[in-house]
């Protein structure tokens, strides 16, 4: 698995979208710390202060970056997964004595992997403009910062764990589509046409929400909103039962697209 795993880091380094990406999470970070410390400036009561100040910047940027997080792992998933079909050389690989389902997981890894890099270095700059920041406005007398240093860990991970059932979910399209454009076009589509349906028919009906609480991208969507396991917010379900609902999507999506995996004759390259 380990040597599946560096085979895939290695093809993909010499890409430049992993790199776009991370720069994509690196500017979120810095617009946000500094666009805030200059709404504070402008406006020193505004309580712009959270998008500067350690370590609730930090809970702040993970909040806004869920959409980004999902094209991320969309895009990843599926360069990773269905280029190997449009490429034609899976016949190859498999060739030299791989199992599918140990070099479909380490492709799905991967993402898991890359995604906590990218939010680790993002975090890490944060961090070092937030000190800046603070050091240039400091805070009022007897301030205290609505976050805690365990309160941000925490949005780390759950932030992260979001993302998953995602990266699941679309390395199944992937895997049936077996080509990387139309599998990222179908899990990004589904992931805000889910949330515009939920947004309407919840505003009609009220009891779509107990259906939607069901749904994988609502699901994440109040997860990444929520304050982890045990926690209660506004949201119906409980946050333990939304942890299930995703941590069940995760299993769900990576089984069939084990499954499917397996099963699937491989034939020559499909194109992008």
Known sequence: MLTLLWGEWFKQRRRWMPYILLGLFILIGQLLVW??????????????????????????????????????????????????YANGTLRTILARGVRREELLASKLLLVALLL?????????????????????????AGHVARLSWVGAAAAFGRFWFAALPYAALTGLIAVVMRSPGPAIGLSIAYFFAEL??????????????????????????????????????????????????LLGYLALFSFLALRIFKRRDITGPTGA
């Open 196 to 245: 515009i349906v939920v947004g309407i028919f919840g505003a009609v009906f009220h009891w779509f929400y107990h259906v939607a609480n069901l749904l994988p991208a609502h699901a994440i969507q109040l997860w990444s909103d929520s304050g982890g396991p045990g926690s209660q917010g506004s949201h119906i379900p409980s946050n333990w039962q939304t942890f299930f609902v």
């Open 116 to 140: 906590a890099a990218a939010l680790v270095i993002a975090s890490l700059l944060i961090v070092v403009a937030s000190l800046i920041a603070m050091r240039l406005e400091p805070a009022p």
């Open 35 to 84: 666009g805030t410390f200059v709404a504070t400036l402008v406006s020193p009561g505004s309580g712009a202060r959270d998008g500067f100040e350690l370590p609730t910047a930090l809970g702040t940027y993970f909040n806004l970056s869920l959409q980004l997080a999902v094209i991320a792992v969309t895009v990843l998933t599926s360069a990773l997964v269905a280029s190997e």
